[in-house]
C-alpha cells in the first residue's frame, strides 16, 4: 500500500507542469505555442526571461528531489523503492497526466531525484551542464553531456546499486526525450541558449 501510493505521489508530483503554470501567470503567454514549444526551464527563459527560467528549473528539481525524499522518510531501507518513485516523478514530468501526456524533456526532474539518491552524480553532472552551455550555448549539449557524467559517477559513488541502475536508466531516457535534438546536433541546426 506504501508502495503504491509512494509510486503515484511521485508521478502526480512529476507531473505538476511549472513551465506552463508559470508562464501563463506572470507573462500571460503559454510556452508551449513559443520557442520550441517546450515546456522546461530552457524554453521558459527563452520565452519568459532568465529569472523566471531559473525558478522553473528549481521547481522542477524539487518535485522530482521531494518525492524521493518522502520515500526514502517513509521506508527507509527500500531502495528499489526509492528509485522507482524517483523514476514516476521522472515519467511524470515528460508524460503528465494535465497535458495529455505531452510534457518536459526530464532533465531538471532528473537532476532533483538524483541530488537526493547520488548526490556527487548529480552534482558532477550539473557541472558538466553549465560548463558546456556557458560555453557552447547549446542546452542540449550540456544536459547529454551532464547525463554521462552523472551515470559515471553514480557508478562509483551510489549507496545502492539501484540508484545507480536508476540514473542510467534516467540517463537513457534523456537520450529518448532529446531524439530529436540530437537529429538537429547532427545537422548543425540546434538552438542556441
Given at each position: 500500500m506504501?508502495?503504491?501510493?509512494?509510486?503515484?505521489?511521485?508521478?502526480?508530483?512529476?507531473?505538476?507542469?511549472?513551465?506552463?503554470?508559470?508562464?501563463?501567470?506572470?507573462?500571460?503567454?503559454?510556452?508551449?505555442?513559443?520557442?520550441?514549444?517546450?515546456?522546461?526551464?530552457?524554453?521558459?527563459?527563452?520565452?519568459?526571461?532568465?529569472?523566471?527560467?531559473?525558478?522553473?528549473?528549481?521547481?522542477?528539481?524539487?518535485?522530482?528531489?521531494?518525492?524521493?525524499?518522502?520515500?526514502?522518510?517513509?521506508?527507509?531501507?527500500?531502495?528499489?523503492?526509492?528509485?522507482?518513485v524517483?523514476?514516476?516523478?521522472?515519467?511524470?514530468?515528460?508524460?503528465?497526466?494535465?497535458?495529455?501526456l505531452?510534457?518536459?524533456?526530464?532533465?531538471?526532474?532528473?537532476?532533483?531525484?538524483?541530488?537526493?539518491?547520488?548526490?556527487?552524480?548529480?552534482?558532477?553532472?550539473?557541472?558538466?551542464?553549465?560548463?558546456?552551455?556557458?560555453?557552447?550555448?547549446?542546452?542540449?549539449?550540456?544536459?547529454?553531456?551532464?547525463?554521462?557524467?552523472?551515470?559515471?559517477?553514480?557508478?562509483?559513488?551510489?549507496?545502492?546499486?539501484?540508484?545507480a541502475?536508476?540514473?542510467?536508466?534516467?540517463?537513457?531516457?534523456?537520450v529518448?526525450?532529446?531524439?530529436?535534438?540530437?537529429?538537429?546536433?547532427?545537422?548543425?541546426?540546434?538552438?542556441?541558449?
Amino acid at each position: 500500500m506504501h508502495a503504491a501510493a509512494l509510486l503515484l505521489l511521485g508521478y502526480l508530483a512529476g507531473s505538476v507542469p511549472f513551465g506552463v503554470l508559470l508562464t501563463r501567470w506572470f507573462r500571460g503567454v503559454d510556452v508551449r505555442q513559443s520557442g520550441s514549444g517546450n515546456i522546461g526551464a530552457t524554453n521558459v527563459t527563452r520565452v519568459a526571461g532568465k529569472k523566471l527560467g531559473a525558478v522553473v528549473l528549481l521547481l522542477d528539481a524539487l518535485k522530482g528531489a521531494l518525492a524521493v525524499v518522502l520515500a526514502l522518510w517513509l521506508v527507509p531501507e527500500a531502495p528499489r523503492l526509492h528509485a522507482a518513485v524517483g523514476l514516476a516523478a521522472f515519467l511524470g514530468h515528460v508524460y503528465p497526466v494535465w497535458l495529455k501526456l505531452h510534457g518536459g524533456k526530464g532533465v531538471a526532474t532528473a537532476l532533483g531525484v538524483l541530488v537526493v539518491l547520488v548526490p556527487l552524480g548529480a552534482l558532477a553532472g550539473a557541472l558538466v551542464y553549465a560548463g558546456l552551455v556557458a560555453a557552447w550555448r547549446v542546452s542540449s549539449v550540456g544536459s547529454l553531456a551532464g547525463g554521462v557524467t552523472a551515470v559515471a559517477v553514480a557508478s562509483l559513488t551510489a549507496r545502492a546499486p539501484e540508484y545507480a541502475w536508476l540514473s542510467a536508466l534516467l540517463f537513457a531516457l534523456i537520450v529518448w526525450t532529446h531524439r530529436s535534438n540530437i537529429q538537429r546536433l547532427l545537422r548543425h541546426t540546434e538552438r542556441r541558449f
